[in-house]
Protein backbone atom coordinates (compact mmCIF):
# COMPACT_ATOMS: atom_id res chain seq x y z
CA UNK A 1 0.00 0.00 0.00
CA UNK A 2 2.66 2.63 0.51
CA UNK A 3 4.00 2.72 -2.90
CA UNK A 4 0.51 3.32 -4.31
CA UNK A 5 0.12 5.71 -1.13
CA UNK A 6 3.45 7.61 -2.18
CA UNK A 7 1.78 7.68 -5.59
CA UNK A 8 -1.19 9.31 -4.71
CA UNK A 9 0.18 11.64 -2.03
CA UNK A 10 2.60 13.01 -5.03
CA UNK A 11 -0.30 13.63 -7.21
CA UNK A 12 -2.12 15.56 -4.18
CA UNK A 13 0.92 18.13 -3.80
CA UNK A 14 0.55 18.93 -7.49
CA UNK A 15 -2.90 19.81 -6.98
CA UNK A 16 -2.12 21.79 -4.05
CA UNK A 17 -0.80 24.09 -6.56
CA UNK A 18 -4.04 24.35 -8.55
CA UNK A 19 -3.02 22.70 -11.44
CA UNK A 20 -6.36 22.25 -13.67
CA UNK A 21 -4.62 19.49 -15.57
CA UNK A 22 -5.12 17.37 -12.32
CA UNK A 23 -8.96 16.67 -13.58
CA UNK A 24 -10.01 13.15 -14.70
CA UNK A 25 -11.28 14.76 -17.66
CA UNK A 26 -12.49 11.80 -19.42
CA UNK A 27 -14.87 10.81 -16.79
CA UNK A 28 -18.19 12.13 -15.82
CA UNK A 29 -18.45 14.33 -12.52
CA UNK A 30 -20.46 13.89 -9.42
CA UNK A 31 -20.68 13.14 -5.97
CA UNK A 32 -19.42 10.03 -3.82
CA UNK A 33 -21.70 8.56 -1.29
CA UNK A 34 -20.45 7.95 2.62
CA UNK A 35 -22.11 4.54 3.78
CA UNK A 36 -21.74 3.56 7.53
CA UNK A 37 -21.69 -0.41 7.16
CA UNK A 38 -22.05 -1.37 11.17
CA UNK A 39 -25.36 -3.19 10.24
CA UNK A 40 -26.49 -5.46 7.78
CA UNK A 41 -27.83 -2.91 5.81
CA UNK A 42 -25.36 -0.64 5.12
CA UNK A 43 -27.16 2.92 6.01
CA UNK A 44 -26.80 5.98 3.53
CA UNK A 45 -25.17 9.22 5.57
CA UNK A 46 -24.31 11.61 2.99
CA UNK A 47 -22.21 12.58 -0.09
CA UNK A 48 -19.20 13.75 -0.26
CA UNK A 49 -17.36 15.87 -2.79
CA UNK A 50 -14.67 14.47 -4.74
CA UNK A 51 -11.23 16.79 -4.92
CA UNK A 52 -8.59 15.06 -6.51
CA UNK A 53 -8.20 10.87 -6.75
CA UNK A 54 -8.65 8.55 -3.60
CA UNK A 55 -9.81 11.61 -1.78
CA UNK A 56 -13.36 12.97 -0.68
CA UNK A 57 -14.04 15.97 1.84
CA UNK A 58 -17.50 16.47 3.11
CA UNK A 59 -18.05 18.81 6.53
CA UNK A 60 -16.79 16.94 9.77
CA UNK A 61 -19.96 17.91 11.50
CA UNK A 62 -21.93 15.61 9.27
CA UNK A 63 -19.81 12.36 10.13
CA UNK A 64 -20.36 9.92 12.74
CA UNK A 65 -18.28 9.36 15.88
CA UNK A 66 -17.36 6.22 14.92
CA UNK A 67 -15.97 6.32 11.32
CA UNK A 68 -14.35 2.74 11.85
CA UNK A 69 -17.01 1.07 9.43
CA UNK A 70 -17.34 4.22 6.77
CA UNK A 71 -17.31 3.26 3.10
CA UNK A 72 -17.02 5.27 0.20
CA UNK A 73 -18.94 4.33 -3.00
CA UNK A 74 -19.41 5.47 -6.45
CA UNK A 75 -23.17 3.20 -6.37
CA UNK A 76 -20.60 0.62 -8.42
CA UNK A 77 -17.61 0.02 -6.29
CA UNK A 78 -17.69 0.12 -2.48
CA UNK A 79 -14.14 1.29 -0.85
CA UNK A 80 -13.34 1.00 2.84
CA UNK A 81 -12.23 4.59 4.33
CA UNK A 82 -8.44 4.28 5.29
CA UNK A 83 -8.00 7.40 7.10
CA UNK A 84 -10.70 10.32 7.96
CA UNK A 85 -8.95 13.50 8.65
CA UNK A 86 -10.56 16.87 10.19
CA UNK A 87 -8.64 19.82 9.58
CA UNK A 88 -7.06 21.92 12.45
CA UNK A 89 -10.94 23.39 12.91
CA UNK A 90 -12.84 20.69 12.75
CA UNK A 91 -14.72 22.08 10.06
CA UNK A 92 -13.70 19.86 6.57
CA UNK A 93 -13.14 16.04 6.82
CA UNK A 94 -10.64 14.79 3.94
CA UNK A 95 -11.59 11.22 3.60
CA UNK A 96 -8.66 9.13 1.86
CA UNK A 97 -9.94 5.54 0.02
CA UNK A 98 -7.46 3.23 -2.10
CA UNK A 99 -9.05 3.00 -5.50
CA UNK A 100 -5.87 1.07 -7.33
CA UNK A 101 -7.54 -1.86 -8.24
CA UNK A 102 -10.80 -0.70 -8.73
CA UNK A 103 -10.68 2.65 -10.17
CA UNK A 104 -13.90 4.96 -9.70
CA UNK A 105 -16.29 5.53 -12.33
CA UNK A 106 -16.44 9.29 -11.13
CA UNK A 107 -13.90 12.32 -11.75
CA UNK A 108 -13.36 15.18 -9.61
CA UNK A 109 -14.56 18.92 -10.68
CA UNK A 110 -11.11 21.01 -11.24
CA UNK A 111 -10.57 23.40 -8.73
CA UNK A 112 -11.40 26.93 -9.33
CA UNK A 113 -7.98 29.13 -9.29
CA UNK A 114 -6.29 30.15 -5.65
CA UNK A 115 -8.52 33.74 -4.60
CA UNK A 116 -10.35 33.66 -8.13
CA UNK A 117 -14.01 35.30 -7.29
CA UNK A 118 -17.26 33.10 -8.22
CA UNK A 119 -19.23 34.45 -10.87
CA UNK A 120 -22.88 34.98 -9.60
CA UNK A 121 -24.60 35.61 -12.71
CA UNK A 122 -22.97 31.40 -13.66
CA UNK A 123 -22.29 29.67 -10.59
CA UNK A 124 -24.50 27.50 -8.99
CA UNK A 125 -24.86 24.71 -6.35
CA UNK A 126 -25.10 21.00 -6.80
CA UNK A 127 -27.44 19.56 -4.58
CA UNK A 128 -28.08 16.01 -4.61
CA UNK A 129 -30.56 13.67 -2.44
CA UNK A 130 -30.36 10.57 -0.70
CA UNK A 131 -32.53 9.03 -4.05
CA UNK A 132 -29.92 10.34 -6.66
CA UNK A 133 -31.97 13.42 -7.67
CA UNK A 134 -29.69 16.29 -8.56
CA UNK A 135 -31.32 20.14 -8.48
CA UNK A 136 -28.81 23.08 -9.74
CA UNK A 137 -29.43 26.39 -6.86
CA UNK A 138 -28.66 29.16 -8.88
CA UNK A 139 -25.89 32.26 -6.94
CA UNK A 140 -27.96 35.38 -6.51
CA UNK A 141 -24.67 36.71 -4.55
CA UNK A 142 -21.36 35.76 -3.19
CA UNK A 143 -18.70 37.73 -1.44
CA UNK A 144 -15.41 36.62 0.13
CA UNK A 145 -15.45 37.36 3.99
CA UNK A 146 -12.55 36.68 6.67
CA UNK A 147 -13.71 34.30 9.00
CA UNK A 148 -12.09 32.96 12.28
CA UNK A 149 -8.77 33.64 10.69
CA UNK A 150 -9.66 31.93 7.25
CA UNK A 151 -10.92 33.33 3.78
CA UNK A 152 -14.69 32.11 4.22
CA UNK A 153 -17.45 32.96 1.03
CA UNK A 154 -20.88 34.26 1.71
CA UNK A 155 -23.23 33.31 -0.32
CA UNK A 156 -27.23 33.86 -1.03
CA UNK A 157 -29.08 30.96 -3.48
CA UNK A 158 -32.05 30.99 -5.79
CA UNK A 159 -33.44 27.62 -3.42
CA UNK A 160 -32.17 26.01 -0.20
CA UNK A 161 -29.28 23.76 -0.01
CA UNK A 162 -27.51 21.97 2.83
CA UNK A 163 -23.94 21.48 4.69
CA UNK A 164 -21.74 19.31 1.76
CA UNK A 165 -22.93 20.60 -1.32
CA UNK A 166 -20.13 22.07 -3.92
CA UNK A 167 -20.66 25.28 -5.25
CA UNK A 168 -19.54 25.10 -9.11
CA UNK A 169 -18.63 28.25 -11.91
CA UNK A 170 -20.70 27.01 -14.82
CA UNK A 171 -17.52 25.34 -16.65
CA UNK A 172 -17.38 23.02 -14.26
CA UNK A 173 -14.54 23.92 -11.22
CA UNK A 174 -15.10 23.49 -7.95
CA UNK A 175 -15.25 27.09 -6.07
CA UNK A 176 -16.03 25.80 -2.68
CA UNK A 177 -18.01 23.74 -0.27
CA UNK A 178 -21.03 24.65 2.48
CA UNK A 179 -20.02 24.32 5.64
CA UNK A 180 -22.80 25.51 7.35
CA UNK A 181 -26.43 27.50 6.98
CA UNK A 182 -25.69 31.73 7.88
CA UNK A 183 -28.01 32.92 10.99
CA UNK A 184 -29.10 36.28 8.96
CA UNK A 185 -31.18 36.09 6.07
CA UNK A 186 -33.03 33.59 3.69
CA UNK A 187 -31.06 31.00 1.75
CA UNK A 188 -27.73 32.36 2.82
CA UNK A 189 -24.84 29.91 3.49
CA UNK A 190 -21.48 29.69 4.84
CA UNK A 191 -18.89 27.96 2.30
CA UNK A 192 -15.07 27.46 2.07
CA UNK A 193 -13.65 28.64 -0.67
CA UNK A 194 -11.03 26.64 -3.14
CA UNK A 195 -8.08 27.40 -1.56
CA UNK A 196 -9.38 26.56 1.87
CA UNK A 197 -10.53 22.64 0.59
CA UNK A 198 -6.39 22.73 -0.26
CA UNK A 199 -5.06 23.76 2.47
CA UNK A 200 -7.34 20.81 4.45
CA UNK A 201 -6.02 18.59 1.58
CA UNK A 202 -2.41 19.59 3.13
CA UNK A 203 -3.37 18.24 6.61
CA UNK A 204 -4.60 15.45 5.11
CA UNK A 205 -1.20 14.87 2.89
CA UNK A 206 0.88 15.67 6.98
CA UNK A 207 -1.18 13.49 8.29
CA UNK A 208 -0.47 10.18 5.86
CA UNK A 209 2.64 11.07 5.34
CA UNK A 210 3.29 10.45 9.26
CA UNK A 211 1.63 6.78 8.76
CA UNK A 212 4.59 6.32 5.80
CA UNK A 213 7.28 7.53 7.69
CA UNK A 214 6.07 5.03 10.88
CA UNK A 215 7.17 2.18 8.58
CA UNK A 216 10.85 4.23 8.58
CA UNK A 217 10.91 6.98 10.63
CA UNK A 218 13.51 9.84 10.74
CA UNK A 219 14.53 8.43 14.58
CA UNK A 220 15.84 11.56 16.34
CA UNK A 221 14.56 14.37 14.62
CA UNK A 222 11.51 15.87 16.16
CA UNK A 223 9.29 18.62 16.23
CA UNK A 224 7.24 20.99 19.13
CA UNK A 225 5.13 23.52 18.89
CA UNK A 226 4.39 27.00 21.03
CA UNK A 227 1.67 28.44 19.24
CA UNK A 228 3.56 29.47 15.67
CA UNK A 229 6.97 28.72 17.24
CA UNK A 230 8.39 26.00 16.26
CA UNK A 231 11.29 23.99 17.59
CA UNK A 232 13.30 21.42 15.49
CA UNK A 233 15.74 19.37 17.28
CA UNK A 234 17.97 16.57 15.48
CA UNK A 235 20.51 16.39 17.99
CA UNK A 236 20.00 12.79 18.32
CA UNK A 237 19.25 11.81 15.08
CA UNK A 238 21.85 9.73 12.76
CA UNK A 239 22.35 12.00 10.02
CA UNK A 240 22.66 10.71 6.24
CA UNK A 241 25.59 9.53 4.58
CA UNK A 242 26.84 12.19 1.87
CA UNK A 243 29.22 11.72 -0.82
CA UNK A 244 32.54 13.45 -1.71
CA UNK A 245 31.57 17.47 -2.57
CA UNK A 246 28.04 16.72 -0.49
CA UNK A 247 26.98 18.93 2.42
CA UNK A 248 24.14 18.17 4.59
CA UNK A 249 21.00 20.75 4.91
CA UNK A 250 18.00 20.95 7.19
CA UNK A 251 15.12 21.34 4.57
CA UNK A 252 11.56 22.73 5.78
CA UNK A 253 8.82 23.03 3.32
CA UNK A 254 5.29 24.77 3.32
CA UNK A 255 3.24 22.70 1.42
CA UNK A 256 1.77 25.35 -0.03
CA UNK A 257 4.47 26.87 -1.49
CA UNK A 258 6.57 25.94 -4.29
CA UNK A 259 10.03 26.89 -2.83
CA UNK A 260 12.13 25.81 0.26
CA UNK A 261 14.00 26.64 2.81
CA UNK A 262 16.86 25.09 3.75
CA UNK A 263 19.94 25.61 6.33
CA UNK A 264 23.25 23.77 7.41
CA UNK A 265 22.46 20.40 9.38
CA UNK A 266 25.86 20.05 10.81
CA UNK A 267 25.62 22.76 13.36
CA UNK A 268 26.83 22.37 16.82
CA UNK A 269 23.93 22.39 18.91
CA UNK A 270 21.58 20.71 16.08
CA UNK A 271 18.60 22.64 17.00
CA UNK A 272 16.46 25.90 15.73
CA UNK A 273 13.68 27.35 17.22
CA UNK A 274 11.39 29.85 14.59
CA UNK A 275 8.07 31.51 14.03
CA UNK A 276 6.37 30.01 10.73
CA UNK A 277 2.85 31.17 10.20
CA UNK A 278 -0.08 29.59 11.32
CA UNK A 279 -2.37 27.74 9.25
CA UNK A 280 -0.52 25.99 7.38
CA UNK A 281 1.65 22.26 6.80
CA UNK A 282 5.35 21.70 7.28
CA UNK A 283 7.73 18.81 6.71
CA UNK A 284 11.23 18.82 7.31
CA UNK A 285 13.91 16.87 7.29
CA UNK A 286 17.87 16.05 6.29
CA UNK A 287 18.97 15.92 3.48
CA UNK A 288 22.56 15.25 1.99
CA UNK A 289 22.97 17.38 -1.33
CA UNK A 290 26.00 18.25 -3.46
CA UNK A 291 24.01 21.80 -5.18
CA UNK A 292 21.14 24.14 -3.23
CA UNK A 293 18.46 21.62 -1.90
CA UNK A 294 15.34 21.86 -4.73
CA UNK A 295 13.14 18.59 -3.29
CA UNK A 296 11.51 17.04 -0.41
CA UNK A 297 13.66 15.19 1.64
CA UNK A 298 12.94 10.97 1.47
CA UNK A 299 12.66 10.80 5.14
CA UNK A 300 10.83 13.61 6.86
CA UNK A 301 8.91 14.75 9.92
CA UNK A 302 5.46 16.69 9.37
CA UNK A 303 3.34 19.28 11.01
CA UNK A 304 0.69 21.23 10.90
CA UNK A 305 0.40 24.84 13.14
CA UNK A 306 -3.13 25.34 13.71
CA UNK A 307 -5.11 28.59 13.00
CA UNK A 308 -4.29 31.54 15.02
CA UNK A 309 -6.12 33.04 17.89
CA UNK A 310 -7.91 36.77 17.08
CA UNK A 311 -5.16 38.92 19.45
CA UNK A 312 -6.79 39.75 22.73
CA UNK A 313 -3.71 40.40 24.91
CA UNK A 314 -3.25 43.49 26.30
CA UNK A 315 -6.81 44.83 25.29
CA UNK A 316 -5.49 44.88 21.62
CA UNK A 317 -7.36 46.51 18.92
CA UNK A 318 -7.05 47.20 15.04
CA UNK A 319 -8.00 50.09 14.25
CA UNK A 320 -7.30 50.47 10.34
CA UNK A 321 -4.99 47.77 8.99
CA UNK A 322 -4.56 48.82 4.75
CA UNK A 323 -2.15 49.03 1.71
CA UNK A 324 -0.36 52.16 1.65
CA UNK A 325 1.45 54.33 -1.14
CA UNK A 326 3.99 56.83 -0.86
CA UNK A 327 3.02 60.02 -2.88
CA UNK A 328 4.99 60.26 -6.10
CA UNK A 329 6.66 63.58 -4.63
CA UNK A 330 7.16 62.17 -1.42
CA UNK A 331 5.72 62.43 2.17
CA UNK A 332 4.19 59.94 4.59
CA UNK A 333 2.92 56.47 3.24
CA UNK A 334 -1.14 56.88 2.54
CA UNK A 335 -4.09 54.37 2.56
CA UNK A 336 -5.35 53.45 -0.21
CA UNK A 337 -8.39 51.29 -1.90
CA UNK A 338 -7.08 49.80 -4.95
CA UNK A 339 -3.96 48.12 -5.82
CA UNK A 340 -2.43 48.00 -9.49
CA UNK A 341 0.73 45.66 -10.08
CA UNK A 342 2.32 48.84 -11.38
CA UNK A 343 2.09 49.98 -7.36
CA UNK A 344 3.84 47.00 -6.39
CA UNK A 345 6.80 47.11 -8.39
CA UNK A 346 7.44 50.80 -7.77
CA UNK A 347 8.88 50.06 -4.35
CA UNK A 348 6.17 52.96 -3.19
CA UNK A 349 3.81 50.33 -1.68
CA UNK A 350 3.66 49.67 2.63
CA UNK A 351 2.10 47.58 4.68
CA UNK A 352 0.33 49.89 7.05
CA UNK A 353 -0.65 49.36 10.54
CA UNK A 354 -2.74 50.96 13.08
CA UNK A 355 -3.55 49.61 16.60
CA UNK A 356 -4.42 50.50 20.07
CA UNK A 357 -3.71 48.66 23.23
CA UNK A 358 -2.97 49.00 27.10
CA UNK A 359 0.17 48.23 28.78
CA UNK A 360 2.44 50.08 31.44
CA UNK A 361 6.31 48.86 30.57
CA UNK A 362 7.60 48.11 26.97
CA UNK A 363 6.54 44.15 26.16
CA UNK A 364 8.18 42.43 23.35
CA UNK A 365 6.81 39.96 21.07
CA UNK A 366 7.62 38.17 17.58
CA UNK A 367 6.06 39.63 14.51
CA UNK A 368 5.35 37.96 11.51
CA UNK A 369 3.59 39.56 8.56
CA UNK A 370 2.53 37.13 5.67
CA UNK A 371 1.58 37.89 1.93
CA UNK A 372 -0.14 35.19 0.62
CA UNK A 373 -0.73 35.51 -3.56
CA UNK A 374 -3.79 33.73 -5.65
CA UNK A 375 -1.71 30.49 -6.17
CA UNK A 376 -1.48 29.77 -2.27
CA UNK A 377 2.05 30.88 -1.91
CA UNK A 378 3.15 32.44 1.30
CA UNK A 379 6.00 35.39 1.69
CA UNK A 380 6.83 36.16 5.24
CA UNK A 381 8.96 38.58 6.81
CA UNK A 382 9.87 38.43 10.45
CA UNK A 383 10.34 40.91 12.87
CA UNK A 384 9.87 42.49 16.75
CA UNK A 385 6.38 44.00 18.09
CA UNK A 386 6.83 45.84 20.90
CA UNK A 387 4.13 47.63 22.77
CA UNK A 388 5.28 50.78 24.22
CA UNK A 389 3.39 52.87 26.83
CA UNK A 390 3.83 56.06 24.91
CA UNK A 391 2.16 55.09 22.00
CA UNK A 392 -0.49 51.84 23.17
CA UNK A 393 -3.67 54.99 22.54
CA UNK A 394 -2.12 55.49 18.63
CA UNK A 395 0.41 52.61 17.60
CA UNK A 396 1.25 53.69 13.83
CA UNK A 397 3.90 51.83 12.14
CA UNK A 398 4.41 50.67 8.15
CA UNK A 399 6.82 48.64 6.40
CA UNK A 400 7.57 48.44 2.82
CA UNK A 401 6.59 45.24 1.25
CA UNK A 402 9.98 45.82 -1.62
CA UNK A 403 12.29 46.56 1.32
CA UNK A 404 11.62 43.65 3.13
CA UNK A 405 11.39 41.04 0.21
CA UNK A 406 7.54 40.29 0.29
CA UNK A 407 7.23 41.27 -3.16
CA UNK A 408 10.95 40.19 -4.34
CA UNK A 409 9.70 36.68 -6.08
CA UNK A 410 6.85 38.10 -7.66
CA UNK A 411 8.46 40.76 -9.44
CA UNK A 412 10.58 38.20 -10.69
CA UNK A 413 7.97 35.72 -11.48
CA UNK A 414 5.50 37.79 -12.02
CA UNK A 415 2.12 38.88 -10.58
CA UNK A 416 -1.09 36.07 -10.55
CA UNK A 417 -3.98 38.00 -11.19
CA UNK A 418 -6.87 37.22 -8.03
CA UNK A 419 -7.57 37.64 -4.62
CA UNK A 420 -4.10 38.87 -2.68
CA UNK A 421 -4.36 38.01 1.15
CA UNK A 422 -1.93 40.20 3.98
CA UNK A 423 -1.96 39.56 7.69
CA UNK A 424 -0.01 40.49 10.69
CA UNK A 425 0.59 38.03 13.91
CA UNK A 426 1.87 39.19 16.66
CA UNK A 427 2.80 36.94 19.00
CA UNK A 428 1.35 33.88 17.26
CA UNK A 429 -1.64 35.40 17.67
CA UNK A 430 -4.23 36.93 14.77
CA UNK A 431 -3.64 40.82 14.95
CA UNK A 432 -5.43 42.10 11.15
CA UNK A 433 -5.96 40.94 8.24
CA UNK A 434 -6.86 42.11 4.51
CA UNK A 435 -7.45 41.25 1.09
CA UNK A 436 -6.85 42.98 -2.72
CA UNK A 437 -7.38 42.33 -5.91
CA UNK A 438 -4.84 42.01 -8.74
CA UNK A 439 -7.29 42.23 -12.03
Not at 92 to 114: D, K, R, V
Not at 374 to 403: A, F, H, K, R
Not at 409 to 432: F, H, Q, S
Request: glycine share 6%; aromatic share 10%.
Amino acid sequence: MKKALLLILTALLVLAFFSPAAAEETKKKGMFGLRDTREEQADWIRYAVPVAEAFVVVPAALLPDNTQNLVVTDDEHFWPALAVIRDSQGLLATIFYNPEEQPANIGHWPMLPWGGSVPTADSYVHRMESNGDVTECGVLAAESIPWQGRRGMLITLTEPAYPGCPVLTKDGQLAGIIIAEWAEGNRRYLALPAEEIVNSLNVAVAHLSDMMNREEPPEGLTVSLDKNTVTIDWKEMTLPEKAAGEELYLVLADLGNNYLHYYPAEIQDRTMTLPLPPGRTYIVGVEATAQTPDSLPEHSVSFTIPQAERLTEYGFRPVLTAVAETPENGGQPVPVTEVTEEMLRSGRVYFYSHSAYEVTEQVEKTLLVTLTDPDGCNYVYESTWIYLPECMQEDIWQVSLQEVGLTAALDRNGYPAGIYRMAYYVGGDLADELEFELK
